[in-house]
């Protein structure tokens, strides 16, 4: 039986995750949220207090990090402690470009990364998993929507705090530029990445194209 790699990329709020997590599911896959290793190291940079790119990178070659599927939600272990609950706060997101643009940074999590996948059957999801990451992916997927609708669908998630749309809209965009301009591992599209754009389409009507795109790859 074919071992199926797929490669999510996109900009924030494109739905990546929840779709990911659905086809892995529908193929019986790992999935991996490649974001959320990102997001753990900027956590810990914060919580040690440390921003100079030297002493980052030389905490995250002497760090003990673990991923595990539990559920439904990935669990990022750092030392032994599960500190998957502090990765989405606002002062993580922030800080996130930032510290993910650093050479060190990436080349450790790009061979975390690669472990995971070279056992098969995995779903990734990121932002240069189709272009760096996993060049050979058997299907590569780039996940957009309009930038709009992609801070609408954060604002729904924060209900309770008293940010306002236009300011995660802003959020958003700085973020993505950042991503997209930065020196190593830019977010882009892969050549042979199909363009999916799902401004106008439900979790479940993406999750459906995807399987339907896997199914002709793996004819
Ligand atoms: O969920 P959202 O799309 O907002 O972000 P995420 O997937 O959790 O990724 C957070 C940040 O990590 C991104 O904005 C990138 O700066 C960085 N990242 C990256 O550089 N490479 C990846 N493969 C995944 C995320
Ligand atoms: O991982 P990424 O940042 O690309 O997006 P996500 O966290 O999976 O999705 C952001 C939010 O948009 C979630 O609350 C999804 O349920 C929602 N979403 C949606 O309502 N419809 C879609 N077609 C895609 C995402």
């Not at 896959?29 to 974001?35: K, P």
Request: net charge neutral; charged share 35%; aromatic share 4%.
């Amino acid at each position: 039986m074919r071992k199926k790699i797929i490669a999510l990329d996109g900009p924030a709020g494109a739905g990546k995750s929840s779709v990911s997590k659905m086809v892995a599911k529908r193929l019986n896959c790992t999935y991996l949220d490649t974001g959320a290793m990102y997001r753990a190291i900027t956590y810990e940079a914060l919580k040690r207090n440390i921003s100079e790119e030297k002493e980052i990178v030389q905490m995250v070659e002497n760090l003990n990090m673990d991923i595990c599927a539990k559920e439904d939600t990935m669990h990022v272990f750092i030392e032994g402690e599960d500190i998957t609950q502090y990765l989405r706060t606002s002062e993580v997101s922030s800080n996130v470009s930032r510290i993910s643009a650093f050479q060190g940074v990436r080349n450790a999590m790009v061979k975390l990364q690669r472990k995971v996948a070279e056992k098969g059957n995995a779903v990734l999801d990121g932002r240069d998993i189709g272009t760096v990451v996993l060049p050979d992916a058997d299907l590569k997927i780039f996940l957009t929507a309009s930038v709009h609708t992609r801070a609408l669908r954060r604002y729904k998630e924060l209900k309770d705090t008293d940010t306002t749309l236009e300011r995660i809209e802003e959020e958003i965009k700085r973020r993505d530029n950042l991503d997209m301009t930065r020196k190593i591992s830019p977010l882009r599209k892969a050549d042979d990445a199909i363009l999916l754009d799902n401004s106008d389409l439900t979790l479940e009507e993406t999750a459906d194209k995807i399987i339907s795109y896997w199914k002709k790859v793996s004819e």
